[in-house]
């Protein structure tokens, strides 16, 4: 009776191993990932994958997205100021996500209107890297812990090298050059600031509008008008003076 006790102990101490080391391995998970993502641009992506399925599915050629992966200095300034200034300007400010907008979503909410997007560029390189299409709980809990990591491990300027050349641009055209040579017909060296704000400008819905399309008629002049100023950093902030008497 009593060995048999042990028996049914030991079973359950072994379950509850178990059940603590896949938890841990899924809590550090993130960390090699990030590390990756450090010194090399992810061969494909979660949703390139999913495009890919879509597109074969639909018989669409070919079935796997465009995509050409360059380095800084092999695209436009324009194009980095202009996605900071349509998608995410305190993208220097914030630690992945940005409260401000958060706040201005929730209160679009609150007057029945549709809920407005408020994901940073981190959030975004998450979710296209890892995750899948959705708005359930489950995948928001897992794109704002993978944020985290993302943001304590991989430099500023090296995420929105990766967003640039992992978004979405048009149906099939992922990263920054190929959207360049598709639209425009050119390097993504070659952008000018016109182009970079309306190739900016289709960002929140690559596949349903063209940079060449009203949408991104209406869009970028407003956002052409915000790539005047630098992007806000941390050091750039005004410091509070105290005066004395």
């Not at 305190?90 to 609150?110: P, S």
């Not at 430099?155 to 050059?177: Q, S, T």
Request: charged share 25%.
């Amino acid at each position: 009776m009593a060995s048999s006790r042990r028996r049914v102990r030991g079973g359950i101490g072994r379950w509850i191993r178990r059940v603590f080391v896949v938890i841990a391995i899924g809590l550090l998970l993130p960390l090699p990932a990030c590390l990756l993502l450090l010194v090399v641009q992810p061969p494909t992506t979660a949703m390139m994958l999913t495009r890919t399925w879509q597109r074969w599915r639909a018989d669409e050629a070919p079935a796997y997205p465009k995509r050409t992966v360059v380095s800084r200095d092999q695209v436009s300034p324009s194009l980095y100021r202009a996605v900071l200034a349509a998608e995410d300007d305190r993208f220097y400010l914030h630690d992945g996500f940005d409260f401000t907008e958060i706040e201005k979503a929730i209160e679009v909410r609150r007057t029945g209107r549709a809920m407005r997007g408020a994901s940073t560029i981190s959030q975004q390189v998450v979710k296209n890297v890892f995750l899948w299409e959705g708005r359930s709980w489950i995948r928001k809990g897992l794109e704002a812990y993978f944020t985290l990591w993302l943001e304590v491990i991989v430099p500023k300027d090296r995420i929105l090298d990766l967003y640039v050349n992992l978004a979405e641009w048009g149906n099939g055209i992922f990263g920054i050059e190929a959207a360049a040579q598709q639209h425009f017909g050119k390097s993504a060296k070659q952008l000018t600031r016109n182009e970079s704000a309306r190739l900016a400008a289709v960002l929140p819905a690559p596949r349903r509008w063209s940079p060449k399309g009203s949408v991104a008629s209406s869009r970028a002049p407003a956002i052409q008008s915000r790539m005047q100023y630098a992007a806000p950093r941390p050091e750039n902030r005004p410091k509070n003076r105290s005066t004395t008497q």
